[in-house]
């Protein structure tokens, strides 16, 4: 079956990058577009963007450009988010979730990122 | 970019009820790309239903998605207590992103 594992909650303080992964397996790699999507303590889901995993392609909302970046590794699956200049608001939990026909039927299982000095 | 406004904010039912969830669009959305998640405290969110109507993978048929154009309905009859939780709604635009709803909270009365 498809899933979708993340990498370990993370504490980092202001200004510093935060690195997640999402380890896929049970499908193939390239055939699904990867997405990230965050949610603050309490909020709702906010999208940050998305990587083409066959093309390397990507895509990130507005909000986010420059300090957003997402990479993948082929041979491992894997699919990475990385976010720079980090300020107590990005304190949320990171998810990916896998594109099928355009809606995310499966998701990481969440990395918390807190932001503090 | 579309907004998605989705009402009410919080429904109170009791279990064997029915709830009726709103996603309104600020624009049309083409291809029928919306999608319903349900999301319950400490999980992630779960795909209900995508392409507006069809069910995803392992949906009971209580789920029932419908609408068109601007105005989106998620149906959800005979409520069971698994099914209280928080519910998005979520398109995808010609711009190539996602757009979630703010949630609607469906409660036990």
């Known amino acids: 079956q498809v899933q979708m594992v993340q990498s370990g909650a993370e504490v980092k303080k202001p200004g510093a990058s935060v690195k997640v992964s999402c380890k896929t397996s049970?499908?193939?790699?390239?055939?699904?577009?990867i997405h990230w999507v965050r949610q603050a303590p309490g909020q709702g889901l906010e999208w940050m963007g998305w990587?083409?995993?066959?093309?390397?392609?990507?895509k990130s909302a507005q909000k986010f450009q420059g300090r957003f970046t997402v990479t993948r590794d082929t041979s491992i699956s894997t699919a990475y988010m990385e976010l720079t200049s980090l300020r107590s608001e990005d304190t949320a939990v990171y998810y990916c979730?896998?594109?099928?026909?355009?809606?995310?039927?499966?998701w990481g299982q969440g990395t918390l990122v807190t932001v503090s000095s | 970019e579309i907004v998605l406004t989705q009402s009410p904010g919080t429904l109170s039912l009791s279990p064997g009820e029915s709830a009726t969830l709103s996603c309104r669009a600020s624009?049309?959305?083409?291809?029928?790309?919306l999608a319903w998640y349900q999301q319950k405290p400490g999980q992630a969110p779960r795909l209900l239903v995508y392409?507006?109507?069809t069910r995803a993978t392992g949906i009971p048929d209580r789920f029932s998605g419908s609408g068109s154009g601007t105005d989106f309905t998620l149906t959800i009859n005979k409520l069971v207590p698994e099914d209280f939780a928080v519910y998005y709604c979520?398109?995808?635009?010609?711009?190539?992103?996602?757009?979630f709803g703010r949630g609607t909270k469906v409660e036990i009365k």
């Open positions: 979520q398109q995808y635009g010609s711009s190539l992103t996602w757009t």
């Open positions: 624009q049309r959305i083409n291809n029928n790309y």
């Open positions: 979730a896998r594109d099928v026909l355009n809606a995310g039927d499966s």
């Open positions: 392409g507006v109507s």
């Open positions: 990587i083409n995993p066959h093309s390397g392609g990507t």
């Open positions: 049970g499908y193939s790699f390239r055939d699904s577009y």
